[in-house]
């Protein structure tokens, strides 16, 4: 798995951390983790869960996550970026691909690579 390139700051992260570990990172990881794993070895998107989903995508956004859509690899801003960067305007570009790819994270992962490198 390589990595996704942030589109506000350029900082590079690992599709890995970004789709298994990222939401161990957050305040609530401890509660959320176990719930995220479950909903991943399921293979369903933990972005789009209909009772947990929210509760993820505020976890992750408290620690400067920013999504242009219901994936983990479609992000628009990270922790990296500083605070008064202007989001990119590639977000809405990412949330089109994420949305005409909807759960295949495979295939978002690499038209993310390729045409954001």
Same mark, same amino acid.
């Given at each position: 798995m ?6 506000t700051?350029? /900082?590079p @992260? ?9 939401? @161990?990172?957050? /305040?609530?990881?401890?509660? %959320?983790?176990?719930? @995220? ?11 789009? #869960?209909?009772e &947990?989903?929210?509760? &993820?995508?505020?976890? %992750?956004?408290?620690?400067? @996550? !920013? &999504?242009?859509?219901?994936? =983990? %690899?479609? &992000? ?7 605070? #008064? ?19 295949? /994270?495979?295939?978002? !992962? =690499? ?7």
């Open positions: 390589g990595d996704i390139t942030c589109p700051c350029h /900082e @992260w690992s599709s890995y951390h970004l789709r298994h570990d990222a939401i @161990w990172d957050t /305040e609530n990881g401890v509660s %959320l983790g176990p719930l @995220w794993k479950t909903i991943m070895a399921e293979g369903k998107n933990p972005l789009k #869960d209909k &947990f989903g929210s509760e &993820f995508r505020k976890a %992750l956004e408290a620690e400067g @996550w !920013q &999504f242009a859509g219901n994936s =983990v %690899l479609a &992000f628009s801003r990270c922790p990296s970026c500083p605070k #008064d960067v202007r989001t990119s305007e590639k977000a809405a570009e990412r949330a089109a691909i994420a949305d005409i790819l909807d759960d295949d /994270e495979d295939g978002l !992962q =690499v038209e993310l690579e390729d045409y954001f490198g």
